[in-house]
């Protein structure tokens, strides 16, 4: 039988905190936030995903946001194999910590200003 996975991570909401996250194969763990700001709004979330039939634990990110310049979005997805996910050494408060080391899978944004002037 294939067990929980338990890692260590920076808190998305905060980029301050270090929190432990725990995930049952196919389980999906999501954190958000966001709103107006000076400029006009910006909203993140983030996905994380075990996949226990490949090992690894998949992570997507996405944003959303307006400002001065217009609407841009962003997406990222990167994955960490199950081995991987206490190796990527990170100091915090100057405590050390091993977070997952993350590889890069996929990235893109559509920048909704150059769209309209056809860039």
Known sequence: M??????QMLDPESCDDVITVVLTPGEEKCFSGG????EGFHFWTERLTYDAD?????????SDGTDCDGRLTRTHKTRC???ELATYPCKVDGKEYKFPNWEHVT??????AAEAMNY
């Not at 709103?35 to 000076?38: K, V």
């Not at 490949?54 to 996405?62: K, M, N, Q, W």
Request: aromatic residues 14%.
């Open 81 to 83: 194999l199950v081995s």
């Open 107 to 112: 990235s893109g944004q559509r920048d909704y």
């Open 35 to 38: 709103g107006p700001d000076e």
């Open 54 to 62: 490949e090992g690894a634990v998949y992570r997507v990110e996405f």
């Open 2 to 7: 294939i067990e929980n996975i338990t890692f």
